[in-house]
């Protein structure tokens, strides 16, 4: 009797912290789906307010081994969510920094390198999954159109099962996949609109980064405020022109003597290939007193360096490597760039 009676308690004990648990979980998990999407709410009612602009600098990595996202640029401005360049890893980290992907109205590409593409097919599936229902362009030179169609077949199969597993009504198949929109940019020099959206006007403009081509930057303008973004490109009197007083140049940048040291490390231990990379690579980059004396010359605003090669940690690193080099031509304000940095311009 007494055993049954201790059987019979340790069952009622068992299944009290069962319910106990139980409750617990249960609550933990609406406490924490809630957190999320009150956190994803409050974060697009920022980014998308009108009154100001907001770039995001997602991803500020190279093709070279970082611990940075590689390269991409967002830009909100007049409820717009602009997208410049989605290099390896950039759909995660935009979710991550809680960015409302499912509101992204466009997508530029610089140029076809895989460190500004890669993660193109992720940007649009992930835009879609998580409930974008409006048409997605994608932006670029030519080349475009293979580039997103070549990603839109590979996904064909994803899509189609995504729709018809959980059904039109969830996965809309209409608003899968992205529009490709090729421009020819002016031969002279000069920028050419390749997109306008309630006031948002965005030029397109070739930059130098032979044997890539065609390769441009782009320059974001709205009620007075502009910004350029370089892309890859070596010293330029296009972007010079393009830069010229701007609020914000958003560029790419290359300590070359440091490159050099590199390569001539990899001479000496007998590495030929990766020697020749490290000479071919400074030939179509900007070096950082190079653009530290362009963005002088144009009078633009503000300076932000990104896509810098090489990566570097630390305070005394970046010192003397960029802030530096940069300070001796460069009397604007200058902010290094770090994977999820924003930066607001207010509007008049």
């Not at 979980?25 to 009108?50: C, H, I, M, P, Y």
């Not at 690579?281 to 810098?308: C, F, G, N, R």
Request: with cysteine; aromatic share 10%.
């Amino acid at each position: 009797m007494k055993i049954k009676q201790n059987q019979s308690i340790l069952l009622g004990l068992h299944l009290t912290l069962f319910l106990m648990f139980s409750c617990s979980w249960d609550q933990f998990v609406l406490n924490r789906v809630t957190e999320n999407t009150n956190v994803k709410s409050k974060a697009a009612k920022e980014l998308l307010d009108k009154d100001k602009i907001t770039i995001v600098l997602t991803g500020t990595g190279s093709p070279l081994p970082s611990e940075s996202i590689q390269n991409s640029t967002a830009v909100f401005v007049n409820g717009q969510f602009l997208v410049f360049d989605c290099g390896d890893g950039v759909a995660m980290a935009m979710e991550k920094l809680h960015l409302p992907v499912t509101e992204i109205n466009a997508v530029f590409v610089t140029h076809f390198h895989s460190d500004h593409f890669a993660d193109l097919g992720e940007v649009i599936d992930r835009s879609w999954l998580l409930g974008r229902k409006k048409n997605l362009n994608v932006y670029g030179p030519k080349g475009i159109t293979e580039l997103v169609n070549g990603f839109l077949k590979s996904y064909n199969l994803e899509y189609y099962y995504r729709t018809k597993h959980h059904g039109e009504e969830i996965m809309p198949s209409q608003w899968s996949g992205a529009k490709p929109n090729e421009f020819y940019p002016k031969s002279d020099g000069s920028s050419k609109i390749v997109y306008e959206k309630d006031g948002v006007v965005v030029h397109a403009f070739f930059v130098n980064h032979v044997p890539v081509e065609p390769a441009v930057g782009y320059r974001i303008e709205y009620k007075g405020k502009s910004i350029v973004i370089s892309g890859d490109t070596a010293d330029s009197e296009v972007l010079k022109k393009q830069s010229s007083g701007v609020d914000f140049l958003i560029s790419e940048v290359m300590n070359k003597s440091m490159i050099a040291n590199i390569e001539k490390s990899y001479e000496t231990i007998g590495n030929p290939k990766f020697t020749k990379i490290m000479k071919d690579i400074q030939l179509y980059h900007i070096d950082v007193s190079e653009l530290a004396k362009l963005a002088e010359e144009a009078k633009v605003k503000t300076l932000v360096l990104t896509h810098m090669i090489p990566f570097v940690k630390g305070y005394f690193q970046t010192k003397s490597i960029y802030k530096d080099p940069v300070r001796k031509e460069f009397n604007g304000d200058l902010i290094i760039a770090e994977d999820g940095k924003r930066i607001e311009i207010p509007l008049p």
